[in-house]
């Protein structure tokens, strides 16, 4: 018959595990408490970020920024749950990503529409670009299609289909067209500027360039009733599109007077801020990936 423990010993043993067992109900306790939320985004730097941080904070929320480099990365890895939500994109870009990786991500909120601007470092108007010179555009559909269109709205290209939230460079007419386009990764249009006649450069590149808003030689009208397929969103994976939490964060980001006040000052004065219903949105999202299907 195995002889009984001792009651010392038996006490030390439980002693010896008892700080393992607290540690690990304290930090359950923690998480409970205090809700941590990974966010992608491409614009770490920008201040309103950290104003956004604080306000979650106040909230009971705490916000870890995940910066990405180059739009490619923050929806894969929202999909792959590395993150729990990202804000870097428009609708037409979700709704692009989601039918080529046949996904299903969704829009749990607007943040704002920002103009798409053309710059150029050696002209100060379209009218002196001249025939044949050569202008960069984002690679990426969504931004693609929309700098086609800010270029057939200056003059300077006519594309086949008139212009729409498809259009390619295969769009392009080139016989009528004043200018060749050529499409580049979104983060390095501006790096190009000294090679090209101009460049269509992303509101997030235009001050990390030494940019100016008012630079602008051409862009679009983000007020203009047809833009909201083109609002920034933030956005999460299907499953989590009623998270109270996430729906918290997008309600602070919306309401927060120094957050708005920080995104308009980061964009020059120059976004539309938005507070459109979900359901638009992503009504705006079913309609593009149907309208980008189909193109298929």
Same mark, same amino acid.
């Given at each position: 018959?195995? $002889? ?9 043993? #439980? ?10 109900? +304290? ?18 730097? &920008? ?6 941080? &604080?306000?979650?904070? /106040? ?17 894969? =890895? ?30 749990? +909120? ?47 290209? &006519?594309?086949?289909? +008139? ?34 006649? #101009? ?24 007020? /203009? ?12 994976? =299907?499953?989590?599109? /009623? ?7 997008? @309600? ?12 308009? &000052? ?13 359901? @638009? ?11 980008? $299907?189909?193109?298929?």
């Amino acid at each position: 018959m195995k $002889k009984p423990r001792s009651l010392k010993k038996s006490v030390l043993a #439980a002693l010896a595990i008892l700080p393992l067992a607290a540690l690990l109900a +304290g930090c359950a306790g923690a998480a409970g408490d205090d809700d941590v939320v990974k966010i992608g985004v491409v614009d770490e730097s &920008e201040p309103y970020w950290g104003v956004f941080k &604080e306000a979650a904070a /106040d909230a009971g929320i705490t916000v870890d920024l995940v910066n990405f480099a180059t739009y490619e990365q923050p929806n894969p =890895a929202l999909t792959a749950g590395e993150i729990d939500l990202n804000q870097f994109q428009t609708i037409v870009y979700l709704a692009n990503y989601n039918v080529a990786s046949s996904q299903d991500l969704a829009a749990i +909120g607007a943040t704002a529409i920002y103009p798409l601007g053309l710059y150029s470092t050696q002209y100060t108007s379209v009218d002196e670009i001249q025939k044949g010179d050569t202008v960069a555009v984002p690679n990426d559909q969504s931004n693609m299609a929309r700098a086609l269109v800010v270029l057939q709205s200056a003059g300077l290209i &006519e594309l086949t289909d +008139g212009g729409t939230i498809s259009s390619s460079l295969d769009d392009i007419d080139t016989a009528a067209s004043r200018v060749k386009v050529t499409a580049l990764d979104a983060s390095l249009t501006t790096t190009s500027l000294p090679d090209v006649a #101009a460049a269509i450069v992303n509101n997030e590149f235009v001050g990390k360039a030494g940019l100016s808003f008012s630079d602008a030689i051409a862009q679009d009208d983000p007020a /203009d009733a047809k833009s909201v397929p083109y609002a920034n969103v933030f956005a999460a994976r =299907a499953e989590d599109k /009623d998270n109270a939490t996430y729906q918290k964060l997008v @309600e602070i980001y919306q309401t927060t007077k120094a957050v708005q006040d920080g995104v308009l &000052e980061a964009s020059g004065d120059t976004a539309v801020l938005l507070t459109t219903p979900v359901s @638009e949105l992503e009504a705006s999202r079913v309609t593009v990936e149907a309208d980008t $299907k189909a193109q298929k």
